[in-house]
Nanobody
Framework: QVQLVESGGGLVQAGGSLRLSCAAS????????MGWFRQAPGKEREFVAA????????SDAGSVKGRFTISRDNAKNTVYLQMNSLKPEDTAVYYC????????????????WGKGTLVNVSS
């Protein structure tokens, strides 16, 4: 059993930065991928970025490329999302997810999900 707890969300002005954290606890996996998703009010959840156990990253969210960076600290079982140049349209609940396979994670079928942290970007 794995538990994921997000933190770091809050209210920030447009152009500002936030760093989200997702701490994983419970059973340890030798190989796993972790990622971030977000869901804005009235919209479907969307993929933001993911990182493999060995540090490879991927993202297909064109709206955040160049502004958001995902990273991980394996020693702390923690994944981060550095968010720079925030825009009001980035306002959403951000969710952390974890799975042994990236393909499963990307398909919104991750084995484990956090409860989310709210990011509210004001104009």
């Amino acid at each position: 059993q794995v538990q994921l707890v997000e933190s770091g969300g809050g209210l920030v002005q447009a152009g500002g930065s936030l760093r989200l954290s997702c701490a994983a606890s419970g059973r340890t996996f030798s190989n796993y991928a972790m990622g971030w998703f977000r869901q804005a009010p009235g919209k479907e959840r969307e993929f933001v970025a993911a990182i493999t156990w060995n540090g490879d990253t991927t993202s297909d969210a064109g709206s955040v490329k160049g502004r958001f960076t995902i990273s991980r600290d394996n020693a702390k079982n923690t994944v981060y999302l550095q968010m720079n140049s925030l825009k009001p349209e980035d306002t959403a609940v951000y969710y952390c997810a974890r799975d042994s396979l990236f393909a499963t994670l990307k398909a919104y079928q991750a084995a484990y999900w956090g409860k989310g942290t709210l990011v509210n970007v004001s104009s």
